[in-house]
């Protein structure tokens, strides 16, 4: 049974920082492309930036392009979202689960997801 959870979020000032972190199990972590999604209030969820199983191949929102990074750990099971240059915008639910993706899009086939982590940006 596929299993993930999201920790790292919190309040923060506009600018500031924050590193998510999800560790998973259940599943070959290390054969499977992860990803990092986020849902406002009355929004839909969105792939924020997603990372190939070998962490070479990523893609990045175009709202998130040069302020977030994505990197995994195969041996903790563990993929990371470092976030820099926070803005009120990224307010949001942050998930992550396994994804597919291409130079366009970041989805995930997950119906089941994590409990996720609150980020909040205060402006």
């Known amino acids: 049974q596929v299993q993930v959870s999201e920790s790292g979020g919190g309040l923060v000032q506009a600018g500031g920082s924050l590193r998510l972190s999800c560790t998973a199990s259940g599943f070959s972590f290390g054969e499977q492309a992860m990803g990092w999604f986020r849902q406002a209030p009355g929004k839909e969820r969105e792939g924020v930036s997603c990372?190939?199983?070998?962490?070479?191949?990523?893609y990045y929102a175009n709202s998130v392009k040069g302020r977030f990074t994505i990197s995994r750990d195969n041996a903790k099971n563990t993929v990371y979202l470092q976030m820099n240059s926070l803005k009120p915008e990224d307010t949001a639910m942050y998930y992550c689960?396994?994804?597919?993706?291409?130079?366009?899009?970041?989805?995930?086939?997950?119906?089941?997801w994590g409990q996720g982590t609150q980020v909040t940006v205060s402006s």
């Open positions: 990372i190939g199983w070998t962490g070479s191949n990523l």
């Open positions: 689960a396994t994804a597919y993706f291409s130079s366009t899009f970041c989805r995930s086939p997950s119906n089941s």
